[in-house]
């Protein structure tokens, strides 16, 4: 039982592991291009929309998402 308890909890470090690393690169390609769409930014980070996704999801909900930038005021 022991064992099973150890192998599950190596398992959910892992993908912590890997979704701080995903929340990562999409935070840094975001930084320097704010109004990227995620299938595109799946495409130049090498992954799936969802994964994707579901980075910007967990970025938003910790407050980390970068807001976008208010649109220009026409002039007058």
Do not use: I, K, N, Y
């Not at 840094?28 to 992954?47: F, I, M, N």
């Amino acid at each position: 039982m022991f064992a099973l308890a150890c192998g599950a909890l190596g398992a959910c470090r892992t993908m912590r592991a890997a979704d701080e690393r995903t929340d990562r690169a999409v935070l840094e390609h975001l930084q320097q291009a704010p109004g990227l769409a995620p299938e595109t930014l799946a495409d130049s980070l090498g992954l799936r929309p969802a994964a994707v996704r579901l980075s910007l999801h967990r970025l938003a909900v910790s407050g980390r998402l970068p807001s976008p930038a208010p649109p220009p005021t026409p002039e007058r």
